[in-house]
């Protein structure tokens, strides 16, 4: 699986929408983009994938450059309970269900 | 619908014990995948189980085995413990084989803590 590169942590203001950068430079053609959260003492969370085009879905929006280098995980409005780590996870198919999890960023949403 | 259960919430054991940890999928999802969570780092893959057959395994040693039953639940059991393996194991399923659909479902997991 392609490596990602997140910061370590961000803070942002309660109500204002929270920009989290993913790096993937050596993402392959075959391989989706994944976000999940994991709030403190909880197991992960899935929040929403893609391959190619942008999403959407009720927790968030997702941006993927065009050439897929990058990506920018959007929550629209923030919440406290928004405060939580954040992975991006590169996946291919033929990996099955197997996510290789970095170190995420540590967001903490501040009223 | 209920999440994906595990048991038990905390189990303390020691160094040379054996420890088996449980967990009930989702009702329907057939796959069950297994992480190690070390304080203060994201989690690491240890198996994936799906249909009842072995579908992937990570860098982890013997010690670490797992099945799954008929009923799609599974037990992650490990041998000889270690302190190093003093983690959160988390059990995570998913209706396919190969999860791009919404992705995986995480149980809250089992603290286990070695002495």
């Known amino acids: 699986d392609a490596k990602t590169t997140q910061p370590p942590s961000m803070d942002c203001a309660e109500g204002r929408a929270a920009n989290l950068p993913c790096n993937h430079s050596t993402i392959s053609g075959n391989e989706y983009v994944y976000w999940y959260r994991q709030i403190h003492s909880q197991g992960p969370q899935y929040i929403i994938h893609g391959l190619k085009n942008n999403e959407t879905n009720e927790m968030a929006s997702l941006i993927i450059t065009e050439d897929r280098k990058s990506s920018t995980l959007i929550l629209p409005h923030a919440t406290l309970r928004d405060t939580a780590v954040y992975y991006c996870i590169v996946s291919a198919t033929a990996a099955g269900n197997k996510l290789t999890f970095g170190g995420g960023t540590r967001v903490l949403v501040k009223p | 619908d209920a999440g994906v259960t595990q048991s038990p919430t905390h189990l303390i054991k020691t160094r040379g014990q054996h420890v088996t940890l449980r967990c009930s999928p989702i009702?329907?999802?057939?796959?069950v995948s297994w992480y190690q969570q070390v304080l203060g780092q994201g989690p690491q893959f240890i198996f994936q189980?799906?249909?009842?057959?072995?579908?992937g395994r990570g860098n982890f040693p013997d010690r670490f085995s797992a099945r799954q039953f008929p009923n799609y639940s599974s037990e992650l059991n490990v041998n000889a413990l270690l302190l190093g393996d003093s983690a959160l194991y988390l059990c995570?399923?998913?209706?396919?084989?190969?999860?791009?659909?919404?992705?995986?479902?995480f149980g809250p997991g089992t603290r286990l803590t070695v002495t």
């Open positions: 189980y799906y249909e009842k057959e072995e579908r």
């Open positions: 995570a399923s998913s209706a396919s084989g190969g999860g791009h659909l919404r992705g995986q479902y």
């Open positions: 009702s329907g999802h057939k796959s």
